[in-house]
């Protein structure tokens, strides 16, 4: 499914003109990728509604990299989805400022309640009390008080024989005779939203009079998280979302849908199992994540900044009449050069990540030089028609340039099927007529 959005923005990334029907058909395609990405439905439907309206009006069309232009309004239009950064927590004027942790079982409670005392204490020089009010859950107390003794941190609990209720009025009462400004009540969850659970749930809200309920949820459970989000909000009332888990590789499509439909804010992510694998929640990073196209944005800023657009005008004539030559090859090296070094670009580029983890950038900003070393020792008969160059030529080439004949065999052969591309991909682009699809 990341397959999928990436090919349309592949596609439409280039374009120079866009039309209406370009713009309705690459909705097509980000609908479908919404909607495979988890995000419900009806959110993808006024979503869609929302770019058209932007995406079809003079915004984009007047702009001189049309495509780009939508890419950039739907990546907008995803992060004002997702509503503008919450990571606040509530002050009560009152200490302590009570947090009720509620969810699904397995979402992660637990592990977040501990997370946040960590945060609250590190940034925020609080004093929390962890409070185990989860008796259901075998172990679920220990898990809690192990969390404590990681971090330090008093864990208060009762047993699993007092009610929820009990721990909570208590656990208040201790929290203000020894001075803790924060109480994190850690609650049970099922494996499904159910009555008894909210009905439990909602007299531990009554007790303890919360300043906070954070609904955590297991991104991972995509278009279900959603769901829950929905029944906890309507017994509850939620006042943000923590979600965690989305250290995996989910893609956090139910981020969108979550806020969408609940209208409550995502504050926290969860981005493993330590206690310090926390974050507040970025609108806009999320929003790469869902398009699955790395800090996208940032690089077509900093193309369009550093590329010239009558340059940029020029070299795309030429493509099309196939008069590309090594000199304008040469042009494009540079120009990629002076948008700043590799590997910050190659870190925007999406799938380039996964390069990033093998460290070898370096080399790839040292190839650029070699290329170069090698362009520049072309004669400019050769630069412009390449297959001028025979065996003796490529051997003079090398010796100039002082590279290796193979490097020198290779950049031609790179050459000549760049070539080929770009002329399978004009040719598309003219078999395509004046509708002007992307199929
Ligand atoms: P609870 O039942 O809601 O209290 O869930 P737990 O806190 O016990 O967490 C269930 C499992 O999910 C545990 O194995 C946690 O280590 C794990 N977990 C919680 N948050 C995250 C997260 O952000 N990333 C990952 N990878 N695992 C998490
Ligand atoms: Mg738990």
Same mark, same amino acid.
């Given at each position: 499914l990341a397959d999928r959005l990436q090919n349309t923005i592949q596609k439409i990334r280039g374009k120079g003109k866009v039309s209406e029907q370009d713009v309705k058909e690459m909705m097509r395609e980000v609908r479908l990728a919404l909607l495979e990405a988890d995000v419900n439905f009806k959110v993808v439907k006024d979503f869609v509604k929302r770019v058209n309206e932007r995406a079809v009006g003079q915004e984009v069309m007047k702009s001189l990299t049309p495509g780009q232009q939508v890419i950039k309004v739907v990546k907008e239009e995803l992060t004002a989805l997702m509503g503008g950064e919450q990571s606040k927590i509530a002050v009560s004027s009152r200490p302590p400022t009570v947090i009720m942790m509620v969810g &699904?079982?397995? $979402?992660g409670k637990t592990t977040t309640t501990g997370k946040l005392a960590n945060l609250l204490r590190k940034k925020h020089n609080r004093k929390p009390l962890l409070v185990a009010a989860d008796i259901y859950r075998p172990a679920a107390i220990k898990q809690l008080e192990t969390l404590g003794k990681q971090l330090s941190m008093p864990v208060f609990s009762l047993g699993d024989q007092v009610s929820p209720v009990e721990i909570a009025k208590q656990a208040i009462q201790k929290a203000k005779d020894e001075h803790h400004d924060y109480v994190l009540i850690d609650t049970a969850g099922r494996l499904h939203v159910d009555e008894n659970l909210m009905d439990e749930l909602k007299q531990v809200k009554e007790i303890s009079n919360p300043d906070e309920i954070f609904l955590v949820v297991d991104a991972m459970t995509g278009q279900d998280a959603v769901n829950v989000a929905q029944s906890f909000n309507e017994q509850l009332g939620l006042t943000g979302v923590v979600l965690t888990k989305l250290d995996g590789d989910t893609r956090g499509g139910a981020a969108l849908s979550v806020k969408a439909v609940t209208?409550?804010?995502?504050k926290y992510i969860g981005?493993?199992?330590? &206690?310090? $694998?926390i974050e507040p929640f970025h609108p806009e990073r999320m929003a790469s994540r869902i398009l699955g196209m790395g800090d996208v944005l940032t690089l077509i800023e900093k193309a369009q900044s550093n590329v010239d657009e009558e340059k940029a005008k020029e070299l795309e004539q030429k493509l099309r009449t196939m008069n590309f030559t090594f000199d304008d090859f040469l042009e494009q090296l540079g120009q990629v050069r002076n948008m700043g070094p590799l590997d910050e670009i190659l870190g925007m580029i999406p799938g380039a990540n996964k390069m990033k983890g093998l460290k070898n950038v370096q080399v790839d900003e040292k190839q650029i030089g070699h290329v170069e070393a090698v362009i520049q020792s072309m004669t400019k008969a050769e630069k412009d028609n390449p297959d001028l160059i025979n065996a003796s030529r490529k051997k003079r080439i090398a010796k100039g340039s002082g590279r290796p004949i193979q490097e020198v065999n290779r950049l031609l052969k790179q050459f000549e099927e760049m070539k080929k591309m770009m002329k399978q991909m004009t040719s598309m682009q003219k078999g395509k007529g004046k509708k002007g699809g992307f199929k």
């Open positions: &699904l079982q397995g $979402a209208n409550t804010p995502i981005m493993g199992e330590k &206690l310090d $694998a």
